[in-house]
């Protein structure tokens, strides 16, 4: 089974995230948080993989925002 290279994830990521502020300033409600949360979420395992720190700090922070994103859309 091949698994995707952490160098894979990161533009994936990248793509995610640009692609939800894109729908975010589209105003694209849900498409946004779906993309930019997966994103953020590939960065929060880039971040893992690496040990790296600050990428934790900053897409880490950003999972819960999303989260409050999920919950407005599907029990509000």
Same mark, same amino acid.
């Given at each position: 089974?091949?698994?995707?290279?952490?160098?894979?994830?990161?533009?994936?990521?990248?793509?995610?995230?640009?692609?939800?502020? /894109? +729908? &975010? !300033?589209?105003?694209?409600?849900?498409?946004?948080?779906?993309s930019?949360?997966?994103?953020?979420?590939?960065?929060?395992?880039?971040?893992?993989?690496?040990?790296?720190?600050? /990428? +934790? &700090? !900053?897409?880490?922070?950003?999972?819960?925002?999303?989260l409050?994103?999920?919950?407005?859309?599907?029990?509000?």
């Amino acid at each position: 089974m091949s698994y995707i290279s952490l160098n894979q994830l990161k533009w994936l990521s990248t793509t995610l995230v640009l692609f939800g502020i /894109l +729908l &975010t !300033n589209l105003n694209s409600y849900p498409l946004n948080i779906f993309s930019h949360g997966l994103g953020a979420a590939g960065w929060c395992m880039a971040g893992f993989i690496s040990k790296d720190k600050a /990428l +934790l &700090t !900053n897409f880490g922070l950003q999972i819960p925002l999303f989260l409050i994103g999920y919950f407005n859309y599907f029990l509000v």
